[in-house]
């Protein structure tokens, strides 16, 4: 048999009988991964004459990128915007429960805080890899407090903020540090907000619009100044207006500068967002659709009271509201069952319906070159699924993390 040491030791792994979605289309061939990479089958035949040290028959599972959630604010009991001497278990905790829903990769979400709470949570929140310890850390994603009185849902008002003359200096000093953040959401509308939105893109932070009553000009203005993501669209933001239709107009707007692609976020659970509303966003612009789970702690857990920041929300069924109101406050919903909702209500293909979790989120944070994608040389996070996309396998670095426990079906 033909070695493989001439590039390396690390045994190959080749995972046959089974559909990969690659280039928009499931494809019927083998996965080939080493060193938890995918390898490209032809240069290590022709190149290195290797071959496979592991065969794995998925049994015509569908294999696709790991889902990547750029929205959750905790889970499973755990609430990522509470400053508790233990958030970093808190944190381990939801990232090894979210593999069984498919999410490899992850930016905990904190809610509108007191500048007491980041400074303390902020420097617990680090960047790493995934495994079999959990799904990775691709930095926090701050929503709030720069955001509207008008339309702060959740967020509680004692604590929301506006850019003074330092501007920029005011989030610094509201933040702690910017070291491990990935998003910032903020309301384009505030004063001052356009320097903020031009330093934090200059950082490789990225800027999501939301809690806003920014009208279309104020929005495509943010955009021109770096902006590219709308947070959870529809929700917190003023409704469709055809003299006006607000940040939802960025969907169609002609005023994204060229090789700009502006991305939302849609919390696809059949509560957030009816579904005439997602089919007329994802017909709109469908290659902007980024789906999120803006998960609290409840996700996970059984109805009754819980906690989002500042906070206290009861869940019913897979309503949640802010304690003794109506007012929506987060989702409890999983990515996996987002990602088939969306598919349900749009009736948009499997491909289309996985990208939504994987493709189009690492697009959004500029990492598709080695996530969101099944192309050579990305890293080996995929997810084995059945043909109603529930998830049978998850898999980080080419590492089994999870699976599906058959005996107890």
């Known amino acids: 048999m033909p070695s493989n040491k001439s590039v390396s030791d690390a045994p190959i792994v080749q995972f046959t009988n089974c559909r990969i979605l690659r280039d928009h289309q499931l494809q019927r061939e083998d996965l080939w991964v080493r060193e938890g990479k995918i390898l490209n089958p032809e240069k290590l035949f022709f190149d290195e004459?290797?071959?496979?040290?592991?065969?794995?028959?998925?049994?015509?599972?569908?294999?696709?990128?790991?889902f990547i959630d750029v929205q959750i604010n905790g889970g499973f009991g755990v609430d990522f915007s509470l400053a508790t001497d233990d958030f970093k278990s808190g944190i381990d905790l939801v990232s090894q429960k979210i593999l069984s829903h498919g999410v490899t990769s992850f930016c905990p979400t904190l809610v509108t805080s007191p500048p007491s709470v980041y400074h303390q949570i902020l420097p617990q929140i680090s960047v790493r890899n995934g495994g079999a310890h959990g799904a990775g850390i691709l930095g926090a994603?701050?929503?709030?407090?720069?955001?509207?009185?008008?339309?702060?849902?959740?967020?509680?008002?004692?604590?929301?903020?506006?850019?003074?003359a330092g501007a920029f200096q005011d989030l610094l000093a509201t933040y702690g540090s910017l070291n491990c953040v990935q998003i910032v959401t903020l309301a384009p509308e505030m004063r001052r907000s356009s320097e903020v939105i031009q330093e934090l893109t200059k950082r490789g932070i990225c800027v999501?619009?939301?809690?806003?009553?920014?009208?279309?000009?104020?929005?495509?203005?943010?955009?021109?100044?770096?902006?590219?993501?709308?947070?959870?669209?529809?929700?917190?933001?003023?409704?469709?207006?055809?003299?006006?239709?607000g940040i939802v107009g960025l969907l169609t707007s002609d005023k994204i500068p060229a090789g700009r692609r502006v991305f939302y976020g849609m919390i696809s659970d059949g509560i957030h967002t009816n579904p005439a509303a997602l089919?007329?966003?994802?017909?709109?612009?469908?290659?902007?659709?980024?789906?999120?789970?803006?998960?609290?702690?409840?996700?996970?857990?059984?109805?009754?009271?819980?906690?989002?920041?500042?906070?206290?929300?009861?869940?019913d069924g897979l309503n949640t509201y802010i304690a003794g109101t109506k007012t929506l406050s987060g989702s409890v919903a999983t990515m996996d069952t987002c990602v088939r909702h969306f598919q349900e209500a749009t009736g948009c293909s499997v491909e289309t319906a996985l990208e939504a979790a994987s493709l189009h989120p690492a697009q959004l944070l500029g990492i598709e070159h080695k996530k969101g994608t099944l192309n050579y040389d990305s890293d080996a996070d995929f997810l084995m699924l059945n043909d109603s996309l529930y998830v049978q396998a998850t898999y980080i670095a080419g590492e089994e993390v999870w699976r599906q426990d058959v005996s107890g079906m």
């Not at 994603?141 to 003074?164: D, N, V, Y």
């Not at 902007?288 to 920041?309: E, K, W």
């Open 49 to 66: 004459k290797g071959s496979a040290d592991v065969r794995l028959d998925c049994k015509d599972s569908i294999i696709a990128p790991g």
């Open 141 to 164: 994603h701050l929503e709030g407090p720069f955001i509207s009185k008008e339309k702060k849902g959740a967020h509680p008002e004692h604590c929301l903020r506006t850019f003074e």
């Open 208 to 245: 999501s619009l939301g809690h806003s009553v920014a009208n279309l000009s104020q929005a495509e203005e943010a955009v021109q100044h770096g902006a590219t993501f709308i947070t959870h669209l529809f929700n917190a933001m003023l409704p469709f207006h055809h003299r006006d239709p």
């Open 279 to 315: 089919r007329i966003a994802h017909r709109a612009h469908p290659k902007g659709l980024v789906l999120v789970t803006d998960a609290i702690a409840g996700m996970g857990l059984a109805p009754g009271r819980h906690t989002l920041g500042q906070q206290v929300v009861e869940i």
